[in-house]
């Protein structure tokens, strides 16, 4: 959505966030967190994708938050669901998953004008090997990445991070699309590509303060992608399959924050989980806005 950060955008200045910001931040993050760990309990076969951004929508209300994502650019829904060849902006609607199906999640939680964002990607049922493999590489890049965003590294470094870690794999990460700032707005400077092409020493330095989406779109086949008719949904050009992962972080002095985990009751949680899992009936049955 810049649509998730498009290549060669908006390079504005970087704006640190204060200790109140985060903190709000970190509650988002944990909505964003409670809300994918539901998503991905109720991606079955024959579930609706539109089903699961009603359900998502009232889950993110009934915690105190709004979905980022609604009305964002235009965008006509909660979240992003994205599926098989769908690499990221999968529009809600009539599509029923199958089985063996793998579906992305990108989910976005402001609390007092503060936003996080995440993705997971999710197997249907029981996706085939190759599937699944996939998915572990495209999460295991996430973490890659995430190592490396610590004060006095750059952007590049966790970008370097992420393609080593998935062309060692045999897989190839999207160009066209990135990451992002995040925090005040759900687009910020700077960029955070997966890939490093040149110039990587002048890549922004990492400094506490610094909020990033660090989201990796990982391909088993080739890295180009093509954009649908709708005007949102991006697929890979080759129709291989594609897995999306990721996770807000901030930058501290010691090295980084992840604010989209599911944290311990207490830690800085905005709920308990245990109350978590008890969504209200209408958030478990799909609820509307």
């Known amino acids: 959505m810049s649509r998730k950060g498009q290549a060669n955008g908006d390079q ?22 409670l809300v994918l760990s539901k998503l991905a309990e109720a991606a079955t076969a024959g579930v609706r994708t539109a089903e699961l951004d009603q359900l998502a929508e009232t889950a993110i209300r009934s915690f105190g938050a709004k979905p980022s994502f609604y009305g964002l650019y235009g965008y006509p829904a909660n979240i992003c669901v994205s599926v098989n060849d769908e690499v990221v902006h999968g529009l809600p609607g009539d ?11 990108d989910v976005g939680a402001t609390v007092d004008n503060m936003i996080a964002d995440a993705a997971i990607t999710a197997e249907v049922g029981r996706a085939s090997e190759e599937a699944r493999r996939l998915i572990r590489v ?3 890049a996430l973490a890659k990445g995430i190592e490396q965003a610590r004060p006095g590294n750059r952007v590049a470094d966790i970008s370097r991070a992420i393609q080593r870690y998935a062309e060692s794999h045999g897989y190839s990460v999207v160009r066209k699309l990135v990451g992002h700032g995040v925090g005040r707005e759900m687009h910020e400077p700077p960029q ?15 400094a506490p303060g610094m909020t990033l989406a660090i989201e990796p779109m990982v391909c088993q086949g080739r890295w180009q992608v093509v954009q649908e008719r709708n005007g949102w ?42 109350q978590a899992d008890r969504l209200p009936a209408q958030a478990q049955a799909g609820g509307s806005r």
């Open 12 to 33: 504005r200045r970087i704006s640190p966030k204060s200790d109140q910001e985060i903190a709000l931040m970190r509650r988002a993050g944990q909505v964003v967190a």
């Open 233 to 274: 949904t991006y697929r890979t050009k080759d129709r291989s399959l594609a897995a999306h992962f990721e996770h807000t972080i901030a930058v501290t002095g010691e090295g980084c924050e992840i604010l989209t985990v599911r944290a311990a009751a207490g830690r800085g949680c905005p709920i308990a989980l245990d």
């Open 138 to 140: 495209t999460r295991e």
């Open 192 to 206: 955070v590509p997966n890939f490093v092409d040149g110039g990587a020493q002048e890549s922004p330095e990492l």
């Open 95 to 105: 599509r029923a998953l199958r089985d063996g199906d793998i579906v992305s999640f």
